[in-house]
């Protein structure tokens, strides 16, 4: 019985495999045919500019691509391209067996850069957020005094520091080119996806249009913020233990699976070299992770 069950698991994972290994490398060719394409299109447009080649591929373009674009040609491949050098440092650390492991550090490595670059970008949302605070009560006062939104607007960019200042930069800078102050707002809400911005920019745009106090709406709204953060910083607090909870259950397996491997490298090593092992290491992996998502889903509260 217990060799049909094995059989069967490995008939199971052997067809899970191929299905997998179909699917990376149809995406590969499509990723791949696209990449080339795009490429040749730069060259076109580039002509002898190595400059602007070498731009088309820097760290900012990828990072906006993943960030904005996740399903474009450059994001696609450069993820491929993590998760093909991911596959094969596991195969020549683990060793020509590990397949199953191979997989599952592909697959991470895959995901990795598009999480990366969400935690900079969460990062430096908050950052702004921040900044945006004490900016919308200098506005304000500016425009008690007497200053008009834009004046008060270059008082604010002439002292803040970025991200607050080049977004505020480039405000000025539409405006000067002979847009509206409404427009070139707007335009810093889809650069900046901030719920706080977009409630000050649909305040500034609603008493522009049809009237009203504009300093005190922006101190109202600055208020708030200020009371939300107060908020947010309640429920971190509240919420600290579930969260150590949920890292604690992904890493102590983790500790334990190196430890184990120290102990009784002949015994536990056959969890790396043998297609069994690398199965139950990956049902493991995939289980633990599960576990953290879960729990730091149920943790995470939106205000």
Known sequence: ???????????????????????????????????VETLA???????????????????????????????????????????????AVTLVVFGGNAVIFAF????????????????????????FEEQLMDALGTISTAMRAGSS?????????????????EEFSEVLRQ??????????LREMTVRIKSQDLRLAVLAITVTREYGGNLGENLMRISSVMR????IRGKIDAIT?????????????????????KWMEPEMFGLMFTTFLGNILLGVSVILVS?????????VKIDI
């Open 104 to 127: 599952i550090f592909g697959f991470a490595g895959y995901m990795i850069p598009s999480v990366i670059v969400k935690y900079f970008e969460d990062k430096k949302m908050g950052t």
């Open 41 to 87: 299109k730069i060259r076109r447009a580039a002509g002898k500019n190595r400059d602007a080649v070498a731009a088309t591929f820097s760290v900012e373009t990828l990072t906006s691509a993943l960030r904005d674009s996740p399903d474009s040609p450059v994001a696609r491949y450069f993820r491929l391209l993590v998760a093909a050098v991911s596959a």
């Open 1 to 35: 019985m217990s060799l049909l069950i094995m059989t069967l698991a490995v008939l199971v994972s052997a067809a899970a495999s191929f299905l997998l290994f179909t699917k990376i490398i149809g995406g590969v060719r499509s990723s791949w045919l696209a990449f």
């Open 240 to 260: 600290a233990q579930g969260r150590l909870s949920g890292w604690v259950v992904t890493f102590v397996p983790l500790g334990l699976l190196f430890i184990l």
């Open 149 to 165: 939104l834009v004046q008060a607007m270059e008082v604010v960019t002439a002292e803040a520091e970025t991200p607050l200042k």
């Open 227 to 230: 009371e939300r953060k107060k």
């Open 290 to 298: 599960i576990g953290n998502y879960v729990i730091m889903k149920i």
């Open 175 to 184: 405006v000067q080119l002979g847009n509206s102050i409404d427009k070139a």
